[in-house]
């Protein structure tokens, strides 16, 4: 069974920092383009990054660009979303999701973790 | 940026009827385009991609069609296990991958 589980939120002051973590299991997280989709209290879904399976692309929503970063280690299964220069409109439930591939492509997300909160407040 | 728009906002429907939720994508995404289902205090799950494919264990009264710009989601039967808030979400022309604002279907 494909679980992802995510860790790592909590109630931050603007301008901090914070590390988002996903674990992941039951299939070869290796093989998988991987994204961090976050949802604001009461709004809808919006795509923060990706990573390419080996690591060696990616990709950012402009309003996070330069201030987060996404990073994975695939011997530990792990996907991870550095976090910087917070501010209130960061504040979301962060979830961690697996791309499908088709021939190289990447397309839609199949399987979504729990989410973990990130507060942004001081 | 290909902004996606879906109406109605909310729909209220009663038990047994047909819903006919709509998106629209600012300019073609061919057929990549899939449609979540996220229920009250849960995470999104994938219910249809490829405009009209059913992903594994999605009931049968969950159908998608459309094509280009235009795209519907209908359930055939509304259940009272499908409340919830639908979203579309294109990924034709990446980055950023984009969804749709969100229909809350509302049971009568």
């Known amino acids: 069974e494909v679980q992802l589980v995510e860790s790592g939120g909590g109630l931050v002051q603007p301008g901090g920092s914070l590390r988002l973590s996903c674990a992941a299991s039951?299939?070869?997280?290796?093989?998988?383009?991987m994204s961090w989709v976050r949802q604001a209290p009461g709004k809808g879904l919006e795509w923060v990054a990706n990573?390419?399976?080996?690591?060696?692309?990616?990709y950012y929503v402009d309003s996070v660009e330069g201030r987060f970063t996404i990073s994975r280690d695939n011997a530990k299964d792990s996907l991870f979303l550095q976090m910087s220069s917070l501010t209130a409109e960061d504040t979301a439930i962060y979830y961690c999701a697996r791309h499908i591939t088709i021939f190289q492509v990447v397309t839609n997300f199949d399987h979504w973790g729990q989410g973990t909160q990130v507060t942004v407040s001081s | 940026e290909i902004v996606m728009t879906q109406s109605p906002a909310t729909l209220s429907v009663s038990p047994g009827e047909r819903a006919t939720l709509s998106c629209r994508a600012s300019q073609s995404v061919i057929s990549n385009l899939a449609w979540y289902q996220q229920k009250p205090g849960q995470a999104p799950r994938l219910l249809i991609y490829?405009?009209?494919t059913r992903a594994t264990g999605i009931p049968a009264r969950f159908s998608g069609s459309g094509s280009g710009t235009e795209f519907t989601l209908t359930i055939s039967s509304l259940q009272s296990e499908d409340l919830a808030v639908y979203y579309c979400?294109?990924?034709?022309?990446?980055?950023?991958?984009?969804f749709g604002g969100g229909t809350k279907v509302e049971i009568k």
């Open positions: 039951g299939f070869t997280f290796s093989r998988y383009w």
């Open positions: 979400q294109q990924y034709k022309d990446w980055p950023p991958l984009t």
């Open positions: 990573i390419r399976q080996d690591g060696s692309e990616k």
């Open positions: 490829g405009a009209s």
